[in-house]
C-alpha cells in the first residue's frame, strides 16, 4: 500500500517562501502516475482545507483562492514526488500541511483521498 510522507515545513518570517515536499514509497512510477495529488493544510484549531492539486496528466492544477498566484503545486513521477513551492508567506498560511493521493479523478474533498502523510509543519509568526 502506497505511503505518503511530508518534509520541508519550517519556520518562515511572513513573506518569505518555502517548498514543501512529499515522497511516495510503496508505489510504482506506473501507479503513481495514475494518481491525483492534492496539498491541504489544517490550521489550529480549524478545520482541513485543501490548497492545491494536480492531475495525473500532470496538465492541470488548481489552487484555492487563498493562495492562488503565490503557491504552486508540482509533481515528478519518475522520482515519485509532489511538491508545493509557497511564496509571499502570510502569518494565516500558518498550518499543518498534508499531501494526499487518490485514483481516477480528482477532488476538492478530502474524504475522497485515500492516502495521507503525517503532515509537515509551516508556522509564520505575525
Known amino acids: 500500500q502506497m505511503q505518503l510522507a511530508e518534509s520541508g515545513g519550517a519556520s518562515v518570517q511572513a513573506g518569505g517562501s518555502l517548498r514543501l515536499s512529499c515522497t511516495a514509497s510503496?508505489?510504482?512510477?506506473?501507479?503513481?502516475?495514475?494518481?491525483?495529488l492534492a496539498w491541504f493544510r489544517q490550521g489550529s484549531g480549524k478545520e482541513r482545507e485543501w490548497v492545491a492539486l494536480?492531475?495525473?496528466?500532470?496538465?492541470?492544477?488548481v489552487y484555492a483562492d487563498s493562495v492562488k498566484g503565490r503557491f504552486t503545486i508540482s509533481r515528478d513521477t519518475v522520482k515519485r514526488m509532489s511538491y508545493l513551492e509557497m511564496n509571499h508567506l502570510d502569518p494565516e498560511d500558518a498550518a499543518m500541511y498534508y499531501c494526499?493521493?487518490?485514483?481516477?479523478?480528482?477532488?476538492?474533498?478530502?474524504?475522497?483521498?485515500?492516502?495521507w502523510g503525517q503532515g509537515t509543519q509551516v508556522t509564520v509568526p505575525s
Open positions: 510503496r508505489v510504482s512510477e506506473f501507479s503513481y502516475s495514475e494518481y491525483c
Open positions: 494526499a493521493a487518490k485514483t481516477s479523478s480528482c477532488s476538492f474533498i478530502a474524504r475522497d483521498f485515500d492516502y
Open positions: 494536480i492531475d495525473t496528466l500532470n496538465v492541470n492544477r
